[in-house]
């Protein structure tokens, strides 16, 4: 053991602080070590007089005034009340709250879903110059993809050529599934078709490859 | 297995307190509790006697003024007016107390913004003694332990004055300040070490 431990131990040891064993030790340490000896002398001085601090009469006047304030101070210091059924209703407005927010998400996220669906059904139509002609006249879709494509995108496809979904290819299971319009012509196609399939396929993943009549330029479309 | 291990249930008989208060057996002082409960004042005001001197010695030696202890000690009695819900009459009220005197004094140090300890070389020796030339009286001697009290750390402090100026037992001291008997005994002994060698420091830079 070296000094430091020995330090520990003796300034544990002149209060009892140490089992048994180890104050057994500390006693046989000290009647060989004069250095310990010493120290464990001054400190037993300073504990005393620690002791003694503790021993210290508090003048009358100074445990007067605590009471007077303490008896003064109980007039605004009201004493909280434990109703006993705040728990409860503390327990049942949560829930209450729980139950509102869960309900919220769930038709928040209905909605959201709704958006996704027609948004998926006419980002084909979005950047092609006859986006305008939609067949089904759904124009609030129409209205809203073209606003939300951004025209720079798209500024290396000449709206003249055109453009047309070539293929579609979902999952593999419903990829016969989608098809151009028959009466639309080139470049055109039905949004509404194409609604009513991604629905269909309960919104798999889609693969849109849209085949403008620039034989150079060949847009692939990922839907997620 | 330790020489001062204490129950706490005995805590409230076996204090022994800064000077002998009124016999604060744990049954009377529990009826006085739930009579305070009820809303009786005059069974408050029975605990505030029972408990006011070891509040104010305890905020005292943890604060190091006497005025300051006086704001810690009107706090703590007012807190437990206003918790007296709280508190559980079947056990002794004096550690829950200690408990906010800690807590009321390290919020009074940290509100005042106190430095937390000290520093040694900040105490002159000379402003503890009223005699300088003649030999250290006993008195003298005690404001240079009161002194060193303010140098050690808010924990280790409070693990001290608990431990060694108000005698609870090492258990009793963790479980008020909420931390291990091996982290209180810790303190204790670091606490100790640097009392001794400050009083030391103090009387050599003194002669």
């Not at chain 2, 001062?4 to 057996?25: F, H, I, N, V």
């Not at chain 2, 009695?77 to 200690?98: E, I, K, S, T």
Request: net charge positive.
């Amino acid at each position: 053991m070296n000094w430091p431990d020995f330090e520990r131990l003796i300034a544990l040891d002149v209060e009892g602080d140490l089992p048994e064993p180890q104050g057994r030790a500390v006693a046989e340490h000290l009647r060989a070590c004069n250095s310990c000896q010493q120290f464990a002398e001054s400190l037993k001085i300073s504990q005393a007089l620690l002791k003694e601090l503790g021993q210290e009469p508090l003048d009358e006047p100074m445990v007067q005034e605590v009471r007077r304030r303490v008896r003064n101070g109980l007039a605004s210091a009201m004493p909280q009340r434990v109703f006993p059924g705040w728990r409860l209703a503390w327990g049942a407005g949560l829930i209450a709250a729980l139950v509102l927010a869960v309900l919220t998400l769930r038709h928040h996220s209905r909605e959201e879903a709704t958006q996704v669906v027609a948004e998926k059904s006419t980002p084909a139509s979005a950047p092609l110059p006859s986006a305008s002609k939609i067949e089904n006249g759904d124009s609030k879709i129409g209205a809203r993809s073209a606003k939300s494509v951004p025209a720079a995108r798209h500024s290396s496809i000449n709206p003249r050529e055109g453009m047309r979904p070539a293929s579609i290819l979902p999952a593999p299971s419903v990829a016969g599934t989608l098809k151009r319009p028959r009466a639309a012509p080139p470049g055109e196609f039905s949004s509404g078709s194409l609604r009513a399939s991604a629905e269909a396929q309960h919104l798999q993943p889609l693969t849109v490859k849209l085949i403008t009549d620039n034989p150079n330029v060949v847009i692939y479309w990922l839907v997620d | 297995m330790y020489g001062r291990k204490m129950e706490s249930q005995d805590l409230a008989l076996t204090m022994t307190g800064p000077a002998p208060e009124r016999d604060d057996s744990r049954a009377e002082s529990a009826q006085a509790l739930e009579r305070a409960m009820a809303g009786d004042r005059a069974a408050f005001d029975e605990l505030l006697r029972c408990y006011e001197r070891r509040v104010l010695m305890t905020a005292w030696r943890l604060l190091g003024s006497k005025e300051d202890a006086q704001d810690a000690a009107q706090e703590v009695f007012l807190r437990l007016y206003r918790h007296l819900h709280r508190v559980d009459p079947q056990r002794p009220l004096l550690p829950w107390l200690y408990r906010v005197t800690v807590n009321v004094c390290h919020d009074l140090r940290r509100k005042r913004r106190w430095d937390t300890a000290i520093p040694v070389e900040e105490v002159d020796p000379a402003r503890l003694t009223a005699d300088p030339a003649g030999e250290i009286a006993r008195a003298e001697q005690k404001r240079m332990v009161a002194a060193a009290l303010q140098t050690l750390t808010e924990k280790e402090r409070a693990a001290v004055v608990l431990r060694d100026i108000q005698g609870l037992s090492t258990r009793e001291v963790a479980g008020i300040m909420g931390s291990s008997e091996v982290t209180v005994r810790t303190r204790i002994w670091l606490a100790r070490v640097k009392i001794k060698k400050f009083v030391e420091r103090l009387e050599k830079r003194r002669s």
